[in-house]
């Protein structure tokens, strides 16, 4: 149990669907991400957030649209995804924004997203 | 660009040791993390290091040598639990995490 929770933890969709992940943390942070994670790839910072402002998107496309309605809660509103959107996507929370000291990051476990 | 590298995938046996290498070429160091992630579950924070020298934590250890741009996460009586993939990522000089592709580790009975 690592204190953020995501779900659903598997989805298949259609390139026309339109889903959204959640991810809640319990850990009283201010600062939750999303990654990509592919197969044998880095993780991918796509967003980052701060005290529910958004402080960072790196080129992602538009197909992905990020929400945080308050701190504790992070959206990824997903539409018209292509087959290579395919991945694990991660959540994660740290206490302040990343690396600024020696915070870990706390990552939920994962939406398995299979694009048809 | 930046860069951060490891091991695709190694093998080891059970109760032996074994070391995970991670060589990195950032801009700017403000401290390293290996974090571990079994299978299908979330990566969970290991280690952090920021100044050269081992941390030891139980049977993981974790070593970092500035100079070198290098570190290694040292496992020692490995477990079959321990099979999992091991993630090294390094704080630039902007707090962003530069992340390593991982390594995944084979324990052998």
């Known amino acids: 149990e690592t204190g953020v929770t995501q779900t659903p933890r598997h989805l298949v969709m259609g390139m026309t669907n339109k889903k959204s992940l959640k991810c809640e943390q319990h850990?009283?942070?201010?600062?939750m991400y999303w990654y990509k994670q592919s197969a044998k790839k880095p993780l991918e910072l796509m967003f980052v957030y701060s005290l529910e402002e958004r402080v960072e998107n790196n080129s992602v496309p538009s197909r992905f649209s990020p929400e945080c309605p308050n701190s504790s809660h992070l959206f990824l509103h997903l539409h018209t995804l292509q087959p290579e959107d395919s991945a694990l996507y991660l959540c994660?929370?740290?206490?302040?924004?990343?690396?600024?000291?020696?915070?870990?990051?706390?990552f939920g476990d994962g939406t398995r997203l299979s694009i048809l | 660009g930046q860069n951060i590298d490891q091991p695709t995938e190694m093998t080891a046996t059970e109760g032996a040791i074994v070391q995970i290498n991670c060589t990195y070429q950032?801009?700017?160091?403000?401290?390293l993390f290996w974090y571990q992630q079994h299978a299908g579950e979330a990566p969970t924070f290991l280690s952090y290091n920021v100044l050269d020298g081992l941390e030891e934590k139980g049977r993981f250890s974790s070593f970092l040598s500035r100079s070198k741009g290098y570190s290694y996460l040292l496992l020692k009586e490995l477990q079959m639990k321990d099979s999992a993939s091991y993630l090294c990522?390094?704080?630039?000089?902007?707090?962003?995490?530069?992340w390593g592709a991982g390594t995944k580790l084979i324990i052998k009975p």
């Open positions: 850990l009283g942070h201010n600062a």
């Open positions: 950032t801009s700017g160091f403000n401290g």
């Open positions: 994660a929370s740290s206490q302040d924004l990343e690396g600024g000291s020696n915070q870990p990051q706390h």
């Open positions: 990522a390094v704080v630039d000089s902007n707090y962003q995490l530069i």
